[in-house]
C-alpha cells in the first residue's frame, strides 16, 4: 500500500493547482464571493452521508480492512448537517425561489457532475475488495483535504468581519476531517502488504477518483462565474 500512498500523495499535489483553487485563493475577491460555489455542491455533500452508511460500510465483518473501512464511514457519514448550517449562515435559504425552483436546480445540468460523482464514487467501492476500498477512500480524503483547508481560511475571514461561525466550512469540520482515524492509521496502511494485480487496480481506482473530482471542482468553478456574473447571487434558472 505504502506505493499506493505516495502515488495518492503525487495525484494531490495537481489536483491542488487546479483552477478552481486558484480562485479560492484570489484576494481580489471577498471570501463571501469565494464560496458563492457553496449551493453547487449540495448534491453531492447531502448524499455523502449515504455513501458512506449505505455503500462504504459493512457490517457485520471478520474482515480487519473492512473494520478500517468501517471505522472511517462513521467518522463521516453525519457532516451534512453542518452543511446545512452555513448554507443558512451564508444567506442562502433566504433567496426568493421556490422548492419546485430549487428542485429544478438541484436536478438541473448545472449540478450533473455533482450528483453523478457519489454514484461513480458508489460503482468503484462496490467492485473493490476491503483494501482496494482503503486506497479509494484516502484518495477521496485527499481531495477534501485541499478543499477545506482553503475554505477555513475563508470562513476565518467571515468570522472575522462578519462574526458568523462556519461550522462546516472553518475549523470544526477541518479539524474532524484532518484528526479521524483514516489519519491516524496512514502507518498500519503503509504495511498492508499488495500484490501486483491489487496494486494495479487501486492504482486505476484512485486516479479515476482524482478525474472526477478535477471534473467536480469544474463544475463549481463555472456555476461560480456564472452566478457572479449575474449580480451575485443564488441563480435559480437551471437554463443558465
Known sequence: MKATLRHILNL???????????FLRDETLSAR??????PCMAPFIMSFGDLNRYVIRLEPTSDPYQAMVNEHSYEDDHHWPWYLE???KL????????????LQFFYSDRTAVNRLLSHNLAHLIYSSSSI???AIIEAIEETGNVLFELIRKLAQRIEE???IELRYCGEFHFSKESGHAMTNDHAIMA?????EQMRAEAIEKVNLVFAWFAE???ELLAYTKSNLNHSYGFVSNHDR
Do not use: A, C
Not at 33 to 38: D, N, S, T
Open 161 to 163: 468581519e462578519m462574526g
Open 86 to 88: 452555513d448554507f443558512s
Open 216 to 218: 467536480w471542482t469544474e
Open 191 to 195: 504495511k498492508i502488504e499488495m500484490d
Open 12 to 22: 494531490k499535489k495537481d489536483y491542488n493547482d487546479l483552477p478552481f483553487f486558484d
Open 91 to 102: 444567506g442562502f435559504d433566504r433567496q426568493k425561489i421556490s422548492s419546485t425552483e430549487y
Open 132 to 134: 482496494v476500498r482503503l
Open 33 to 38: 464571493q469565494r464560496l458563492e460555489f457553496y
